[in-house]
Protein backbone atom coordinates (compact mmCIF):
# COMPACT_ATOMS: atom_id res chain seq x y z
CA UNK A 1 0.00 0.00 0.00
CA UNK A 2 2.63 2.25 0.77
CA UNK A 3 4.45 1.82 -2.62
CA UNK A 4 1.46 2.47 -4.23
CA UNK A 5 1.18 5.85 -2.36
CA UNK A 6 4.75 6.46 -3.40
CA UNK A 7 4.19 5.08 -6.94
CA UNK A 8 1.01 8.09 -7.48
CA UNK A 9 3.05 10.76 -5.05
CA UNK A 10 5.98 10.53 -7.53
CA UNK A 11 3.66 10.49 -10.51
CA UNK A 12 1.51 13.99 -9.50
CA UNK A 13 5.54 15.21 -9.15
CA UNK A 14 6.40 14.65 -12.57
CA UNK A 15 2.93 15.76 -14.19
CA UNK A 16 3.13 18.85 -11.78
CA UNK A 17 6.75 19.28 -13.10
CA UNK A 18 5.34 19.01 -16.69
CA UNK A 19 2.26 21.49 -16.32
CA UNK A 20 4.78 23.92 -15.05
CA UNK A 21 7.25 23.37 -17.60
CA UNK A 22 4.46 23.69 -20.25
CA UNK A 23 3.10 26.98 -19.06
CA UNK A 24 6.80 28.31 -19.01
CA UNK A 25 7.33 27.38 -22.51
CA UNK A 26 5.53 30.34 -24.64
CA UNK A 27 4.96 30.06 -28.41
CA UNK A 28 7.86 32.01 -29.97
CA UNK A 29 5.63 34.97 -32.48
CA UNK A 30 8.36 36.20 -35.29
CA UNK A 31 8.65 39.49 -35.61
CA UNK A 32 10.42 41.14 -38.88
CA UNK A 33 11.47 45.25 -38.47
CA UNK A 34 13.09 47.47 -40.62
CA UNK A 35 16.28 48.90 -39.59
CA UNK A 36 14.83 52.42 -37.49
CA UNK A 37 11.22 50.70 -36.91
CA UNK A 38 9.62 49.80 -33.75
CA UNK A 39 6.99 47.24 -32.66
CA UNK A 40 4.79 48.07 -29.66
CA UNK A 41 2.72 46.12 -27.42
CA UNK A 42 0.46 46.01 -24.85
CA UNK A 43 -0.62 42.78 -22.48
CA UNK A 44 -3.63 43.08 -20.55
CA UNK A 45 -2.72 41.39 -17.19
CA UNK A 46 -3.49 40.55 -13.43
CA UNK A 47 -3.02 43.06 -11.18
CA UNK A 48 -1.62 40.80 -8.25
CA UNK A 49 1.49 39.63 -10.80
CA UNK A 50 4.24 41.52 -11.59
CA UNK A 51 5.69 41.13 -15.19
CA UNK A 52 9.11 41.10 -16.51
CA UNK A 53 10.98 41.21 -19.40
CA UNK A 54 14.88 39.77 -20.48
CA UNK A 55 16.47 39.95 -23.94
CA UNK A 56 18.47 37.46 -25.33
CA UNK A 57 20.75 37.12 -28.40
CA UNK A 58 21.38 41.01 -28.47
CA UNK A 59 25.18 41.07 -27.85
CA UNK A 60 25.32 43.25 -31.44
CA UNK A 61 22.69 45.30 -30.15
CA UNK A 62 20.54 44.74 -33.35
CA UNK A 63 17.56 45.98 -30.83
CA UNK A 64 16.81 48.18 -27.59
CA UNK A 65 13.80 47.18 -25.36
CA UNK A 66 11.66 49.51 -22.72
CA UNK A 67 8.58 48.43 -20.81
CA UNK A 68 6.34 49.43 -18.20
CA UNK A 69 4.28 47.60 -15.49
CA UNK A 70 1.11 49.75 -15.55
CA UNK A 71 -1.05 47.67 -13.10
CA UNK A 72 -3.74 46.00 -15.12
CA UNK A 73 -1.38 46.38 -18.05
CA UNK A 74 1.83 45.63 -19.47
CA UNK A 75 3.21 47.73 -22.41
CA UNK A 76 6.81 46.95 -24.32
CA UNK A 77 8.59 49.00 -27.08
CA UNK A 78 11.04 47.31 -29.21
CA UNK A 79 13.11 49.60 -31.75
CA UNK A 80 15.34 47.85 -34.67
CA UNK A 81 18.82 49.05 -34.81
CA UNK A 82 20.94 47.22 -36.71
CA UNK A 83 20.18 44.21 -39.39
CA UNK A 84 20.79 40.89 -37.79
CA UNK A 85 22.76 37.95 -39.49
CA UNK A 86 22.38 34.38 -37.37
CA UNK A 87 20.87 34.54 -34.54
CA UNK A 88 18.05 36.76 -32.97
CA UNK A 89 17.08 38.85 -30.67
CA UNK A 90 14.42 37.32 -28.42
CA UNK A 91 12.39 38.98 -25.98
CA UNK A 92 10.35 37.42 -23.21
CA UNK A 93 7.62 38.96 -21.01
CA UNK A 94 7.27 36.44 -17.79
CA UNK A 95 6.46 36.50 -14.37
CA UNK A 96 6.87 34.44 -11.09
CA UNK A 97 3.92 32.26 -9.90
CA UNK A 98 3.92 31.39 -6.32
CA UNK A 99 6.46 28.88 -5.95
CA UNK A 100 8.79 31.34 -7.85
CA UNK A 101 8.75 29.29 -10.42
CA UNK A 102 9.01 31.72 -13.86
CA UNK A 103 6.05 31.79 -16.44
CA UNK A 104 6.53 33.44 -19.88
CA UNK A 105 3.80 34.76 -20.65
CA UNK A 106 4.84 36.11 -24.31
CA UNK A 107 8.10 35.72 -26.90
CA UNK A 108 9.33 37.64 -29.81
CA UNK A 109 11.99 36.72 -31.64
CA UNK A 110 13.27 40.09 -34.10
CA UNK A 111 14.73 39.82 -37.47
CA UNK A 112 15.76 43.14 -38.41
CA UNK A 113 16.09 44.02 -41.61
CA UNK A 114 18.19 47.22 -43.48
CA UNK A 115 16.32 50.11 -43.73
CA UNK A 116 13.70 50.66 -46.76
CA UNK A 117 13.19 53.36 -48.48
CA UNK A 118 9.57 55.21 -49.31
CA UNK A 119 7.84 56.53 -52.55
CA UNK A 120 6.72 60.33 -51.94
CA UNK A 121 3.93 61.94 -54.16
CA UNK A 122 5.54 64.64 -56.30
CA UNK A 123 3.59 68.14 -55.16
CA UNK A 124 2.77 71.06 -57.54
CA UNK A 125 2.35 74.76 -55.38
CA UNK A 126 1.53 78.06 -56.56
CA UNK A 127 4.27 81.04 -56.01
CA UNK A 128 3.77 82.60 -52.56
CA UNK A 129 1.42 80.29 -51.39
CA UNK A 130 2.30 78.19 -48.40
CA UNK A 131 1.05 74.31 -48.65
CA UNK A 132 0.66 71.81 -45.91
CA UNK A 133 2.45 68.29 -47.10
CA UNK A 134 2.37 65.07 -45.34
CA UNK A 135 4.78 62.26 -45.59
CA UNK A 136 4.64 59.23 -43.78
CA UNK A 137 6.92 58.12 -41.60
CA UNK A 138 7.26 54.69 -39.76
CA UNK A 139 10.32 55.06 -38.63
CA UNK A 140 11.19 56.43 -35.06
CA UNK A 141 13.23 58.92 -36.15
CA UNK A 142 12.05 62.38 -37.73
CA UNK A 143 13.01 63.64 -41.84
CA UNK A 144 15.05 66.20 -42.68
CA UNK A 145 15.31 67.71 -46.13
CA UNK A 146 17.93 68.80 -48.65
CA UNK A 147 16.81 70.35 -52.08
CA UNK A 148 18.77 70.06 -55.20
CA UNK A 149 18.02 73.34 -56.05
CA UNK A 150 18.10 75.84 -53.31
CA UNK A 151 15.51 79.01 -53.15
CA UNK A 152 12.60 77.06 -55.24
CA UNK A 153 10.77 76.04 -51.96
CA UNK A 154 11.24 76.49 -47.92
CA UNK A 155 10.60 74.47 -45.42
CA UNK A 156 9.68 74.86 -42.09
CA UNK A 157 9.31 72.83 -39.45
CA UNK A 158 7.47 69.59 -38.71
CA UNK A 159 4.03 71.06 -37.78
CA UNK A 160 1.83 68.40 -36.57
CA UNK A 161 2.45 64.25 -36.22
CA UNK A 162 0.09 61.85 -36.22
CA UNK A 163 0.79 57.97 -35.73
CA UNK A 164 3.34 57.44 -38.98
CA UNK A 165 2.49 60.50 -40.48
CA UNK A 166 4.44 63.77 -40.75
CA UNK A 167 2.91 67.32 -41.87
CA UNK A 168 5.51 69.93 -42.85
CA UNK A 169 4.63 73.54 -44.18
CA UNK A 170 6.30 74.50 -47.41
CA UNK A 171 6.21 77.70 -49.11
CA UNK A 172 7.32 77.96 -53.09
CA UNK A 173 9.58 81.52 -53.56
CA UNK A 174 9.80 81.17 -56.89
CA UNK A 175 9.00 79.05 -60.34
CA UNK A 176 11.13 76.12 -61.16
CA UNK A 177 11.51 72.64 -60.01
CA UNK A 178 13.43 71.11 -57.49
CA UNK A 179 14.14 67.43 -55.98
CA UNK A 180 13.48 66.97 -52.11
CA UNK A 181 15.99 64.75 -50.69
CA UNK A 182 14.48 63.14 -47.47
CA UNK A 183 17.00 61.48 -44.98
CA UNK A 184 16.76 60.42 -41.62
CA UNK A 185 17.78 63.19 -38.94
CA UNK A 186 20.42 62.69 -37.15
CA UNK A 187 21.52 60.52 -39.89
CA UNK A 188 23.05 60.18 -43.49
CA UNK A 189 20.22 57.28 -44.17
CA UNK A 190 18.55 58.73 -47.29
CA UNK A 191 14.51 57.77 -47.04
CA UNK A 192 13.88 58.61 -50.60
CA UNK A 193 12.82 61.79 -52.50
CA UNK A 194 9.82 63.44 -54.07
CA UNK A 195 9.66 66.59 -56.58
CA UNK A 196 8.08 69.88 -56.10
CA UNK A 197 7.58 72.19 -58.88
CA UNK A 198 6.37 76.04 -58.44
CA UNK A 199 4.19 78.08 -60.82
CA UNK A 200 1.07 79.27 -61.51
CA UNK A 201 -1.54 76.70 -61.78
CA UNK A 202 -5.30 77.13 -61.73
CA UNK A 203 -7.10 75.78 -58.27
CA UNK A 204 -9.26 72.77 -58.88
CA UNK A 205 -11.30 70.12 -56.83
CA UNK A 206 -9.18 66.82 -55.85
CA UNK A 207 -10.91 64.34 -57.75
CA UNK A 208 -11.34 62.05 -55.07
CA UNK A 209 -13.78 64.62 -53.78
CA UNK A 210 -16.07 64.97 -56.08
CA UNK A 211 -17.99 63.13 -53.93
CA UNK A 212 -17.80 63.63 -50.38
CA UNK A 213 -20.34 61.33 -47.48
CA UNK A 214 -21.25 62.38 -44.02
CA UNK A 215 -23.45 61.41 -41.54
CA UNK A 216 -26.45 63.30 -39.76
CA UNK A 217 -28.55 62.99 -36.75
CA UNK A 218 -30.93 65.06 -35.48
CA UNK A 219 -29.76 64.69 -31.36
CA UNK A 220 -26.46 66.25 -31.83
CA UNK A 221 -24.86 68.69 -33.51
CA UNK A 222 -23.00 68.34 -36.97
CA UNK A 223 -20.88 71.25 -36.67
CA UNK A 224 -19.07 69.60 -33.22
CA UNK A 225 -19.41 65.49 -34.49
CA UNK A 226 -16.82 64.06 -36.75
CA UNK A 227 -18.07 62.57 -40.29
CA UNK A 228 -20.92 65.28 -40.03
CA UNK A 229 -19.04 68.48 -41.34
CA UNK A 230 -15.88 69.26 -43.56
CA UNK A 231 -13.60 71.80 -44.45
CA UNK A 232 -13.82 72.82 -48.27
CA UNK A 233 -10.09 74.27 -48.02
CA UNK A 234 -8.90 70.35 -47.61
CA UNK A 235 -10.59 69.48 -51.11
CA UNK A 236 -8.74 72.00 -53.31
CA UNK A 237 -6.09 72.32 -55.11
CA UNK A 238 -3.28 74.39 -56.39
CA UNK A 239 -4.71 76.96 -53.76
CA UNK A 240 -3.24 80.66 -54.63
CA UNK A 241 -1.77 83.63 -52.09
CA UNK A 242 -4.09 85.67 -51.34
CA UNK A 243 -7.39 84.36 -52.60
CA UNK A 244 -10.40 83.29 -50.38
CA UNK A 245 -12.50 80.52 -51.35
CA UNK A 246 -16.08 79.77 -49.82
CA UNK A 247 -19.27 77.50 -50.50
CA UNK A 248 -22.62 77.74 -51.71
CA UNK A 249 -25.17 74.89 -50.70
CA UNK A 250 -28.28 74.17 -53.11
CA UNK A 251 -29.77 72.56 -50.61
CA UNK A 252 -30.17 73.89 -47.42
CA UNK A 253 -32.29 71.23 -46.10
CA UNK A 254 -29.82 68.89 -46.60
CA UNK A 255 -26.60 70.37 -46.32
CA UNK A 256 -25.41 74.19 -44.83
CA UNK A 257 -22.55 76.39 -44.57
CA UNK A 258 -20.63 78.19 -41.72
CA UNK A 259 -18.15 80.90 -41.88
CA UNK A 260 -18.45 80.55 -46.22
CA UNK A 261 -16.35 77.12 -45.97
CA UNK A 262 -17.66 74.89 -43.57
CA UNK A 263 -19.90 72.34 -44.83
CA UNK A 264 -22.26 70.40 -42.37
CA UNK A 265 -25.40 68.21 -42.73
CA UNK A 266 -29.14 69.15 -41.89
CA UNK A 267 -30.40 66.15 -43.30
CA UNK A 268 -30.45 63.25 -45.23
CA UNK A 269 -30.57 63.16 -48.65
CA UNK A 270 -28.26 64.77 -51.73
CA UNK A 271 -27.32 68.31 -52.41
CA UNK A 272 -24.80 70.19 -55.12
CA UNK A 273 -22.13 72.40 -53.14
CA UNK A 274 -20.39 75.40 -55.26
CA UNK A 275 -16.88 76.57 -54.07
CA UNK A 276 -16.11 80.21 -55.58
CA UNK A 277 -12.45 82.07 -55.67
CA UNK A 278 -12.03 85.75 -54.98
CA UNK A 279 -8.89 86.80 -55.80
CA UNK A 280 -7.77 90.94 -56.65
CA UNK A 281 -11.50 91.89 -56.23
CA UNK A 282 -12.36 89.08 -59.13
CA UNK A 283 -14.83 85.86 -58.20
CA UNK A 284 -14.58 82.89 -60.41
CA UNK A 285 -16.38 79.25 -60.15
CA UNK A 286 -13.56 77.10 -58.56
CA UNK A 287 -15.91 73.75 -59.40
CA UNK A 288 -19.07 71.77 -57.98
CA UNK A 289 -19.25 68.53 -55.88
CA UNK A 290 -21.58 66.37 -54.73
CA UNK A 291 -22.39 65.75 -50.31
CA UNK A 292 -24.33 62.67 -49.51
CA UNK A 293 -25.53 62.33 -46.26
CA UNK A 294 -26.97 59.34 -44.31
CA UNK A 295 -28.35 59.22 -41.13
CA UNK A 296 -26.09 58.17 -38.07
CA UNK A 297 -26.96 55.62 -35.15
CA UNK A 298 -28.11 57.32 -32.01
CA UNK A 299 -24.90 55.90 -30.42
CA UNK A 300 -22.82 57.63 -33.19
CA UNK A 301 -23.90 60.46 -30.42
CA UNK A 302 -22.64 59.13 -27.61
CA UNK A 303 -19.77 58.27 -28.80
CA UNK A 304 -18.61 61.43 -30.34
CA UNK A 305 -19.15 62.97 -26.59
CA UNK A 306 -16.96 60.15 -25.28
CA UNK A 307 -14.42 61.18 -27.73
CA UNK A 308 -14.81 65.34 -26.39
CA UNK A 309 -13.72 63.95 -23.09
CA UNK A 310 -10.64 61.22 -24.71
CA UNK A 311 -13.02 58.07 -23.04
CA UNK A 312 -11.94 60.26 -19.90
CA UNK A 313 -15.77 61.27 -18.98
CA UNK A 314 -15.16 60.19 -15.18
CA UNK A 315 -12.14 60.66 -12.83
CA UNK A 316 -9.04 63.37 -14.31
CA UNK A 317 -8.94 62.33 -17.45
CA UNK A 318 -8.51 58.62 -16.86
CA UNK A 319 -11.47 57.11 -16.23
CA UNK A 320 -10.75 56.04 -13.20
CA UNK A 321 -12.28 57.15 -9.63
CA UNK A 322 -11.18 56.58 -5.77
CA UNK A 323 -13.55 55.96 -2.85
CA UNK A 324 -13.07 55.44 0.29
CA UNK A 325 -14.72 52.70 2.13
CA UNK A 326 -18.65 53.31 2.22
CA UNK A 327 -18.76 55.80 -0.12
CA UNK A 328 -20.84 56.30 -3.05
CA UNK A 329 -20.28 57.13 -6.98
CA UNK A 330 -23.68 58.18 -9.07
CA UNK A 331 -22.44 57.02 -12.28
CA UNK A 332 -25.84 57.65 -14.26
CA UNK A 333 -26.08 60.96 -13.68
CA UNK A 334 -22.86 61.89 -15.12
CA UNK A 335 -23.01 59.79 -18.28
CA UNK A 336 -27.03 61.40 -18.85
CA UNK A 337 -25.13 65.34 -18.31
CA UNK A 338 -22.27 64.44 -20.61
CA UNK A 339 -22.96 61.39 -22.91
CA UNK A 340 -26.58 62.73 -23.68
CA UNK A 341 -27.82 66.14 -22.48
CA UNK A 342 -24.43 67.90 -23.10
CA UNK A 343 -24.88 71.82 -23.82
CA UNK A 344 -21.22 71.79 -24.69
CA UNK A 345 -21.94 69.88 -27.51
CA UNK A 346 -25.70 71.02 -28.31
CA UNK A 347 -26.69 66.78 -27.85
CA UNK A 348 -29.60 66.19 -26.65
CA UNK A 349 -31.88 62.64 -26.13
CA UNK A 350 -35.14 62.07 -24.32
CA UNK A 351 -35.61 59.62 -21.47
CA UNK A 352 -37.64 57.81 -23.41
CA UNK A 353 -35.14 57.68 -26.27
CA UNK A 354 -32.67 55.25 -23.54
CA UNK A 355 -31.81 52.63 -21.33
CA UNK A 356 -28.85 52.35 -19.12
CA UNK A 357 -27.67 49.23 -17.45
CA UNK A 358 -24.67 48.30 -15.48
CA UNK A 359 -22.71 45.82 -14.01
CA UNK A 360 -19.65 45.62 -12.05
CA UNK A 361 -16.21 43.12 -12.50
CA UNK A 362 -15.79 42.75 -8.86
CA UNK A 363 -18.81 43.32 -6.45
CA UNK A 364 -16.62 42.58 -3.47
CA UNK A 365 -14.76 45.59 -3.88
CA UNK A 366 -17.19 47.62 -5.69
CA UNK A 367 -21.04 47.03 -6.35
CA UNK A 368 -23.65 49.00 -8.48
CA UNK A 369 -26.91 49.29 -8.35
CA UNK A 370 -29.79 49.52 -11.57
CA UNK A 371 -29.81 52.81 -11.42
CA UNK A 372 -25.88 53.41 -11.50
CA UNK A 373 -25.26 54.07 -7.97
CA UNK A 374 -21.87 52.66 -6.80
CA UNK A 375 -21.24 51.63 -3.91
CA UNK A 376 -17.25 50.98 -2.32
CA UNK A 377 -17.46 47.94 0.18
CA UNK A 378 -13.65 47.26 0.49
CA UNK A 379 -10.43 47.95 -0.52
CA UNK A 380 -9.52 46.54 -3.98
CA UNK A 381 -10.18 47.65 -7.47
CA UNK A 382 -13.13 47.22 -10.28
CA UNK A 383 -14.64 48.35 -13.25
CA UNK A 384 -17.84 49.33 -13.49
CA UNK A 385 -19.97 48.40 -17.44
CA UNK A 386 -21.87 50.49 -18.84
CA UNK A 387 -24.39 49.88 -22.02
CA UNK A 388 -26.89 52.78 -23.28
CA UNK A 389 -29.36 50.79 -25.43
CA UNK A 390 -31.02 53.35 -27.59
CA UNK A 391 -34.66 53.13 -29.31
CA UNK A 392 -32.91 52.29 -32.82
CA UNK A 393 -31.45 49.40 -31.23
CA UNK A 394 -28.14 51.05 -31.39
CA UNK A 395 -25.72 50.54 -28.39
CA UNK A 396 -22.56 52.11 -26.77
CA UNK A 397 -20.85 50.69 -23.57
CA UNK A 398 -18.00 51.91 -21.81
CA UNK A 399 -16.64 51.84 -18.22
CA UNK A 400 -15.32 53.42 -15.00
CA UNK A 401 -12.66 52.02 -12.89
CA UNK A 402 -13.09 52.25 -9.40
CA UNK A 403 -10.58 52.20 -6.82
CA UNK A 404 -11.25 51.59 -3.46
CA UNK A 405 -9.19 52.99 -1.10
Known sequence: MKKTIGILLSLLIVLGSLTTFSSAAATVKNKTLQAYTKHSFTLNKSESKRYFCKTTNNKKKNITVSFKDNGDTYSLKTVAKKPTSGKKPVVTIYYKNSQNKTVNVKKFRYKVTPMGTMNFRNVKINVDYTEKVTLSNPFVKEYKFKASKPGIVKFSKKISKSGKKRTYSIKALKEGSATINVYLKGTSKKVGSFKITAGDFKTVINSKYKTRKIVYNSHGSSTYMEDSHFNISDMLKYKKAGASYSATSENENIVS?????????????????????????????????????????????????????????????????????????????????????????????????????????????????????????????????????????????????????
Open 257 to 405: VVSNHIIYSTGKGTAAVKISQKLNGKTTTVGKFTVKVKLSAMAYVAKQNALFYDNGIFGHGDNTEFLDVANTLVMKSVIVRRLLNNSLTNSHFKTSDYKITFHSTNTKAAKVSSAGKVTAIKKGSARIYYTITFSDKSTYKYYCKIIVE
